[in-house]
């Protein structure tokens, strides 16, 4: 078997079957194609971002356990828990108050929820990829606004 995996889920070539090559530069030559690097790089930017990612899964069974009409509901409650912690943290700033751990962890987790049921609502609601379309679209625009057009920005 030319790949192996590892308990922690990655799969890699097996240097194994290739005993003259260390995993290193097996590694080194897949990451040199230009599709996965690009890819690998796609990652790290979530990564830096710390977007963490989602089992898809449980995203597609909660819709199904729950209902659309239910999950639209829970996005809806979610969005103005999240706008409630915002407000409230800026009010603390505006007012020369201390901003609390707690206010932060509760803008923080308000995010967290926002996040997992927004990606709900594209598995709902993106049909034929016009969520990517959009999202595309309104970056394109955004760095237009940006960047004045003193930066190449790719269409």
Known sequence: MITKKYSNGKVTIDAAAFPHMAQEAI?????????????????????????PPIDTDVLLVAIGVYGRDTQTDMMIEEMSELTKALL??????????????????????????????????????????????????????????VYGGRREVEA
Request: net charge positive.
């Open 27 to 51: 590694d080194a030559a897949v990451f040199n194609c230009a599709p996965v690097a690009a890819a690998v790089a796609k990652l790290r930017e979530y990564e830096e971002m710390s977007i």
């Open 88 to 145: 409230k943290q800026r009010r603390a700033q505006k007012n020369a108050v201390k901003c609390s751990e707690e206010n932060r962890r509760a803008v923080v987790e308000e995010m967290a929820d926002v996040y997992i049921t927004l990606l709900q609502m594209v598995k709902i609601y993106n049909e034929n990829a016009m969520f990517e379309d959009y999202v595309n679209k309104k970056i394109h625009r955004l760095a237009l606004n």
